[in-house]
């Protein structure tokens, strides 16, 4: 039932997006941050938890500044495989534009605790609305906590870096963490070339 939502929203004969199971990985829990250019440009974070990658959009990206609260809007489950998944979701699909991996790892509960100790508090976490772990990451690393916003929509959270020997005290932007030669950046470079058209007089139908 978990990846039931995230199935009714796409068409597999269309989209490449694995269809996926409900898979849990062998050893170590797994972590993935996806650059998405949709309608809008946003980060899509994931921390694989009970088989799944349980989702949050989050639309400036993660930071390492703890000053940052970062908005996190929880969006359906999605499958184990999606953490490998990059490429370009064909127009008139759920999301459709370009996602790339701007980051991947693994990831830990805030105790670093065996995996099975891990989950458990994990999943109390996520159902408490306050949930704390390491990243090992590329870019990201250290302790994090997603919390959730009470008083609000059910979806809204903050994504928070503690302070840590990995915390920056700078302004920190994901925009520039990122290649220039990364799909999505070659594709706004494309897009800012192109001349604008022409306005015409007729009106529009």
Known sequence: MALTLYKKKRNFKETSEPAGKVKKSVSKLAFVVQRH???????????????????????????????????????????????????????????????????????????????????????????????????????LKGEFALVKLKDKEDNSWLLIKHNDDYAVDSDYNSEEQTPKNSPINKWLDENKKQPAKKKSSSKLP
């Open 37 to 139: 250019k949709a309608s809008r440009l946003h980060y899509d974070f994931r921390l694989e938890l009970d088989g799944v990658l349980k989702s949050w959009a989050v639309p400036k990206g993660p930071s390492l500044n703890p000053k940052d609260k970062r908005l996190a809007m929880m969006v359906e489950d999605h499958p184990y495989a999606y953490k490998n998944f990059a490429g370009e979701i064909p127009e008139g699909n759920y999301g459709a534009g370009i996602v790339e991996i701007w980051d991947e790892g693994t990831y830990n509960d805030i105790e670093n605790s065996s995996k099975d100790v891990a989950v458990k508090r994990l999943r109390a976490g996520l159902k408490a609305g306050n949930l704390k772990f390491q990243l090992f990451g590329k870019k």
